[in-house]
């Protein structure tokens, strides 16, 4: 009875709904194009690791996704930007504040690293306005990664291979001005149901004290 009533309240009151869905999806567009639009870079590695001649192929599976999962959260570390800076790569530094905090953020802003389950395949991609410079970053992170694979994993015999070179977009894919949109859209929606519900209990009480009154 009581979900009845609900459901006759959300129908009556569809249009002040869909008002708010509107809003909120408005909204969400307006915020993700008021943002500097940017492009991708991705690269993919694979971390290695010789466990010798005892060990099974689980073993050594997990192992490497283990490494790969230790890499993807140093590549956002203070130390591995800095290496990132000085590799030699042309990456224009001036996008990046002094402040530090600032820093860090922009940088994980900057980078993103995850790795494919049950693997030791790591995956980059670098986001930046100038498409040249995403791809900048991303090889300078994977020869980083390379370069210092004994350095940053406390296993012994660690290979790390570049196994997809750079891709780049040919669009800019932040922000996702249609995911952000139909974000809006849903939440705006929520918000709209909350306030035809909220407004329909109101009235109901209302009435209730009415009639208290007048018995």
Same mark, same amino acid.
């Given at each position: $009875?009581?979900? %009845?009533?609900? %459901?006759?309240?959300?129908?009556? /009151?569809?249009?002040?709904?869909?008002?708010?869905?509107?809003?909120? $999806?408005?909204?969400?567009?307006?915020?993700?194009?008021?943002?500097?639009?940017?492009?991708? %870079?991705?690269?993919?590695?694979?971390?290695?690791?010789?466990?010798?001649?005892?060990?099974?192929?689980?073993?050594? %599976?997990?192992?490497?996704?283990?490494?790969?999962?230790?890499?993807?959260?140093?590549?956002?570390?203070?130390?591995?930007?800095?290496?990132?800076?000085?590799?030699?790569?042309?990456?224009?530094?001036?996008?990046?504040?002094?402040?530090?905090?600032?820093?860090?953020?922009?940088?994980?802003?900057?980078? =993103?690293?995850?790795?494919?389950?049950?693997?030791?395949?790591?995956?980059?991609?670098?986001?930046?306005?100038?498409?040249?410079?995403?791809?900048?970053?991303?090889?300078?992170?994977?020869?980083?990664?390379? =370069?210092?694979?004994?350095?940053?994993?406390?296993?012994?015999?660690?290979?790390?291979?570049?196994? =997809?070179?750079?891709?780049?977009?040919?669009?800019?894919?932040?922000?996702?001005?249609?995911?952000?949109?139909?974000? /809006?859209?849903?939440?705006?929606?929520?918000?709209?149901?909350?306030?035809?519900?909220?407004?329909?209990?109101?009235?109901?009480?209302?009435?209730?004290?009415?009639?208290?009154?007048?018995?």
């Amino acid at each position: $009875m009581v979900r %009845s009533s609900y %459901s006759k309240t959300l129908l009556h /009151g569809w249009f002040t709904i869909s008002v708010f869905a509107i809003i909120g $999806m408005v909204l969400a567009l307006v915020i993700s194009l008021v943002q500097p639009l940017k492009y991708s %870079s991705t690269a993919r590695l694979l971390v290695l690791q010789d466990l010798g001649t005892g060990s099974d192929a689980y073993t050594a %599976s997990r192992s490497e996704e283990r490494i790969a999962e230790n890499l993807s959260t140093i590549i956002y570390s203070t130390d591995f930007f800095e290496k990132v800076l000085t590799s030699g790569f042309d990456i224009n530094e001036n996008i990046f504040p002094t402040d530090d905090y600032r820093r860090r953020r922009l940088w994980g802003r900057t980078i =993103d690293a995850y790795v494919a389950s049950g693997s030791g395949l790591l995956t980059i991609a670098a986001y930046h306005q100038d498409v040249a410079q995403a791809e900048e970053i991303v090889r300078a992170v994977a020869a980083v990664l390379i =370069d210092n694979a004994d350095t940053y994993t406390s296993g012994s015999a660690v290979e790390i291979r570049l196994i =997809d070179t750079p891709l780049n977009s040919r669009w800019p894919v932040k922000p996702n001005v249609l995911a952000n949109g139909f974000s /809006g859209l849903v939440l705006g929606s929520l918000v709209g149901i909350g306030y035809v519900l909220l407004q329909a209990e109101r009235i109901r009480r209302r009435h209730q004290l009415a009639h208290e009154d007048f018995a």
